[in-house]
C-alpha cells in the first residue's frame, strides 16, 4: 500500500485544473478528491456529501471553531471550505488526496499540513488564459476582466508551491502531474 498525501492544486481560473485533476482521477485508482463544504443552498441535482457538504451558518461557525476545516473562506455572502476529518481518514487509508482550490486557500492548508505538496497549474501565457476564459462564454468582459487581474496576482506566487506545470498540452500536463504524484506517494 502507498501512503497517503495531500496534494494541493491550485493556479488561475481557465489554466485548467479542473480537467487535469479529473484525469488523474481516471489514472490513479488511489486518488480521492476532498469534497468542500459551505453554507450555500443545493442547487438542482447537487447532493449532499458528493457535490458539498452543504451546512448551516451554525455548523460551518462550529467547524471552524473547533479547527474542523483545512482552509476556509467567504465568497458572494456564502462560506466554502475543506473539512478536515475526511482528509485524515483518506490519507490514512493510503488515498492520494487531492484539493482543488484558490491559492489562498492553499497556503491556508499548508500552514495547518506542512507536509502537504502545493501544485500549481499555470497556463502558457495570459494571452491564451484569456482566450480560456473568454471561449467558456459564460462570463461577461468585466468578469473576465478580474479574473485577469486575479490570475496575475496568483501567478507572481507560483514560486511558493512545491511544483509547478504549465499546462500548454493536456497529455503532457497530466503526465507530470501524474509523475509528480507517484513520485511522492512511492516515498
Not at 146 to 163: G, N, P, V, W
Request: some cysteine; glycine content about 8%; charged content about 30%.
Amino acid at each position: 500500500m502507498r501512503r497517503g498525501n495531500l496534494f494541493v492544486i491550485s493556479g488561475p481560473s481557465g489554466a485548467g485544473k479542473g480537467t487535469l485533476v479529473a484525469r488523474l482521477l481516471d489514472e490513479l485508482p488511489d486518488a480521492w478528491v476532498s469534497v468542500s463544504a459551505t453554507t450555500r443552498k443545493p442547487r438542482p441535482g447537487e447532493v449532499h456529501a458528493t457535490h458539498y457538504f452543504f451546512l448551516s451558518d451554525e455548523e460551518f461557525d462550529d467547524l471552524v471553531a473547533h479547527d474542523g476545516l483545512l482552509e476556509w473562506a467567504s465568497y458572494s455572502g456564502n462560506r466554502y471550505g475543506t473539512p478536515r476529518a475526511s482528509v485524515e481518514e483518506h490519507m490514512a487509508a493510503g488515498d492520494q488526496v487531492i484539493l482543488e482550490i484558490e491559492v489562498q486557500g492553499a497556503f491556508q492548508v499548508k500552514e495547518r499540513m506542512p507536509f502537504a505538496h502545493l501544485v500549481f497549474v499555470e497556463p502558457p501565457s495570459l494571452e491564451e488564459l484569456r482566450r480560456r476564459l473568454e471561449g467558456r462564454g459564460t462570463e461577461d468582459a468585466a468578469a473576465i476582466e478580474a479574473r485577469m487581474s486575479t490570475a496575475q496576482i496568483e501567478l507572481a506566487r507560483k514560486h511558493e508551491y512545491d511544483h509547478c506545470l504549465v499546462n500548454d498540452d493536456l497529455e503532457r500536463a497530466l503526465g507530470e502531474l501524474v509523475d509528480y504524484v507517484n513520485e511522492q506517494a512511492e516515498q
